[in-house]
Nanobody, 121 residues
Framework: QVQLVESGGGLVQPGGSLRLSCAASESIFSINAMGWYRQAPGKQRELVASTTSGDSTNYADSVKGRFTISRENAKNTVYLQMNSLKPEDTAVYYC???????????????WGQGTQVTVSS
């Protein structure tokens, strides 16, 4: 089992910035991709941004130009820098990791517990 520990959420005014972090506990788990999702009240969970081991990135249209995902492979950590935040960015943000255990050809996905981001004046 991989534990994903998220941090960095909180309350921020519109136009402000936050940086989320997510660290994976198991270094032997070979991570192929990590990503950030969010879920607002009454809405489905949606992809915000993702990054692969090859450093390719993908963003939801609603956050392009404002959010940046980055990854520190040596620490099994992924970050989400969020700038120019809007009230509609308010949600619980979850990180996930997709990868494989040594000797196992199956892929596994693990999720963090979520961190609240609230954008309000």
């Amino acid at each position: 089992q991989v534990q994903l520990v998220e941090s960095g959420g909180g309350l921020v005014q519109p136009g402000g910035s936050l940086r989320l972090s997510c660290a994976a506990s198991e270094s032997i788990f070979s991570i192929n991709a990590m990503g950030w999702y969010r879920q607002a009240p009454g809405k489905q969970r949606e992809l915000v941004a993702s990054t692969t081991s090859g450093d390719s990135t993908n963003y939801a249209d609603s956050v392009k130009g404002r959010f940046t995902i980055s990854r520190e492979n040596a620490k099994n950590t992924v970050y989400l820098q969020m700038n120019s935040l809007k009230p509609e960015d308010t949600a619980v943000y979850y990180c996930n990791a997709l990868g494989r255990w040594p000797g196992d050809f199956s892929s596994y996905v693990y999720w963090g517990q979520g961190t609240q981001v609230t954008v309000s004046s």
